[in-house]
């Protein structure tokens, strides 16, 4: 379990890194809906070949709504970065694993104490790795209302697409159809932003493509391609790691992502890591470890 829920955040991180890469170069509504789009036809073509269609059930709604809440609050994530420092939003929306641990402990998930001080060591270290920022301008009321909105979110994907399966075949089947809730609600959403700014851009969805036009969204497909396959495999691994063991811990390890992409950064774009992202990355690490000891 602990395995899968590491290659979970693993995952998750790179394609965090491989998105904010793109987002550079093309418009960040364009980079969920894109990836999303392809990940889907790969799942696609695993659902037809596996047979996964007959896994269909009632827990295919936990996928639709998992679907429908992971671009909103995406969107919602993108917005605040917009508004707001990204030093303190970025560390706030680490929050998320809170939701997962929450409903588990409702659902009567007891974690040892060594496991207890472990969530809070590795949590604390979350949220430092996204190098808070504790100066500066003070951060307006619409920013934090979109944060905490898109932590919530994401937090309810991790709770929602845990629920999502019982078997690996209906986990291929979740998956895609929530791949394809992503594309319906991204897609509205890039149409009615394109639509909106299309005077300014010179045609209906201009808005949607890069400087480059189409050829450097072809350009950019195999990045593309990698962030829908990397956040994919990362949530089949993460329900998985529920299945394995609790969710208290799974969702923990699974959330050290932040870690990941300032690592990420540190050694391909040669930035330099904080003090305080240092220590979280530390922090991280040393609640890894109590929680899989525990």
Known sequence: MVALALATSLMWGLADFGGGLLTRRMPALTVVLVSQLLAAAVLGVVVVATGAWSEAGERLWFAVAAGVVGPIAMLCFYRALALGPMGVVSPLVATAVAVPIGVALVMGERPGAVQYTGILVAFAGIVLAGGPQLRGAPVQRRTLSHTMFAALGFGAVLALIAEASTTVNGLFLALFVQRVCNVAVGGAALYAAARRDRERAGGRFAAALPAGGPQALAAALPALTFVGLADVAANATYALATRIG?????????????????????????????????????????????????
């Open 246 to 294: 609790p969710v208290t811990v799974a969702a923990v390890l699974a959330s050290l992502y932040p870690v990941v992409t300032a690592l990420a950064a540190r050694g391909m774009l040669r930035e330099r890591l904080r003090a305080v992202q240092a220590a979280g990355a530390g922090l991280a690490m040393a609640g890894t470890l109590l929680l899989a000891s525990g």
